[in-house]
């Protein structure tokens, strides 16, 4: 299993910012599609962004988009998501997930490490 370790949660107020990080438990990112998801109290676990290891590229939901940035630096082989603008609605525990697919699609992903919690209240 890939397995990830998330960071950086916390208590934030409505328009704030928030950066998360996401590290790989024994394998380099560079191989592999990563995602970031969240799960919300009594929702189910939705997508956030999504990065597929073949083309480069990343992906928003829409719910996200404009306000949220997904990066990764290779060098410290750690995975980012800038939060901007965080509204009550994105409060969440954040999990990020990898899968050996170079162009997972958000179904590919299904190894949950702890997940970090974000809130978002005044």
């Known amino acids: 299993q890939l397995q990830m370790k998330e960071s950086g949660g916390g208590l934030v107020q409505p328009g704030g910012s928030l950066k998360l990080s996401c590290t790989p438990s024994g394998f380099k990112l560079g191989l592999y599609s990563i995602a970031w998801f969240r799960q919300a109290p009594g929702k189910e676990r939705e997508g956030v962004a999504l990065?597929?290891?073949?083309?480069?590229?990343?992906s928003y939901k829409d719910y996200v988009k404009g306000r949220f940035t997904m990066s990764l630096d290779n060098a410290k082989n750690t995975v980012y998501l800038q939060m901007d603008n965080l509204k009550p609605e994105d409060a969440a525990v954040y999990y990020c997930?990898?899968?050996?697919?170079?162009?997972?699609?958000?179904?590919?992903?299904?190894?949950w490490g702890r997940g970090t919690q974000v809130t978002v209240d005044s």
């Open positions: 997930a990898a899968s050996r697919f170079r162009e997972a699609v958000w179904s590919d992903f299904g190894s």
């Open positions: 990065f597929t290891g073949g083309s480069g590229s990343i």
